[in-house]
């Protein structure tokens, strides 16, 4: 089965050197051939449409201190982070979605992974996934407020799931883990991240 694995480091170098070449059409067609793509760190957060490129790790977001950039559309309208608790990352995610609304933000943490098959996923590994859901949002102060000034966001919705979870990212809700995944299992290595 043909596979790709893209590594960590710099997420916007990554889409701005494959996106738009012959490897990223190739890339695209291993996953829609049902092939394997697979990402740790910033090559988990290529895998959306809309990528964070830039952003503090802090739980109370300011407005202007997120850069977005398109990632390289494998999952359509999300957003992943990662090393997310470990880093302290819940307020940046917030402040994405907050800017994208009708995107679904996901918070991987170290050691854990999304395994996605047909609209949906399964948490795997040690640690939890946050899913950050702006959909049903009654008020944000994001159009404007002043970049310095503190997010105020209401009916904001958030689920923490951890391995074994699965969630439908067509309907944005918690599910029991689909068939098909249920030989799927965590295989993580010591110290990985």
């Given at each position: 089965?043909?596979?790709?694995?893209?590594?960590?480091?710099?997420?916007?170098r990554?889409t701005?050197q494959?996106?738009?070449?012959?490897?990223?059409?190739?890339?695209?067609?291993?996953?829609?051939?049902?092939g394997?793509?697979?990402?740790t760190?910033?090559?988990?957060?290529?895998?959306?449409?809309?990528?964070?490129?830039?952003?503090?790790?802090?739980?109370?977001f300011?407005?202007?201190?997120?850069?977005?950039?398109?990632?390289?559309?494998?999952?359509?309208?999300?957003?992943?982070?990662q090393?997310?608790?470990?880093?302290?990352?819940?307020?940046?995610?917030?402040?994405?979605?907050?800017?994208?609304?009708?995107?679904?933000?996901?918070?991987?943490?170290?050691?854990?992974?999304?395994?996605?098959?047909?609209?949906?996923?399964?948490?795997?590994?040690?640690?939890?996934?946050?899913?950050?859901?702006?959909?049903?949002?009654?008020?944000?102060?994001?159009?404007?407020?002043?970049?310095?000034?503190?997010?105020?966001?209401?009916?904001?919705?958030?689920?923490?799931?951890?391995?074994?979870?699965?969630?439908?990212?067509?309907?944005?809700?918690?599910?029991?883990?689909?068939?098909?995944?249920?030989?799927?299992r965590?295989?993580?290595?010591?110290?990985?991240?």
């Open positions: 089965m043909p596979s790709v694995f893209f590594s960590g480091g710099d997420q916007l990554i701005s494959i996106g738009d070449t012959p490897i990223d059409v190739r890339v695209h067609e291993i996953y829609e051939g049902g394997i793509i697979a990402g760190s910033a090559g988990a957060s290529v895998m959306s449409d809309t990528m964070m490129v830039k952003g503090p790790n802090a739980a109370s300011r407005i202007g201190h997120i850069r977005m950039a398109p990632g390289l559309g494998l999952l359509p309208n999300v957003i992943i982070d090393h997310f608790a470990e880093r302290g990352r819940i307020g940046r995610l917030i402040g994405a979605v907050s800017q994208n609304p009708r995107v679904l933000g996901i918070g991987i943490d170290e050691d854990t992974a999304i395994v996605v098959k047909g609209g949906m996923f399964k948490v795997i590994g040690s640690g939890a996934v946050y899913l950050v859901d702006a959909a049903g949002v009654t008020h944000s102060n994001i159009a404007e407020a002043e970049a310095d000034a503190a997010l105020s966001i209401h009916d904001l919705k958030v689920h923490v799931l951890s391995s074994g979870n699965g969630f439908d990212l067509a309907n944005r809700r918690p599910v029991g883990v689909p068939e098909e995944f249920a030989t799927v965590a295989k993580s290595a010591a110290g990985s991240a």
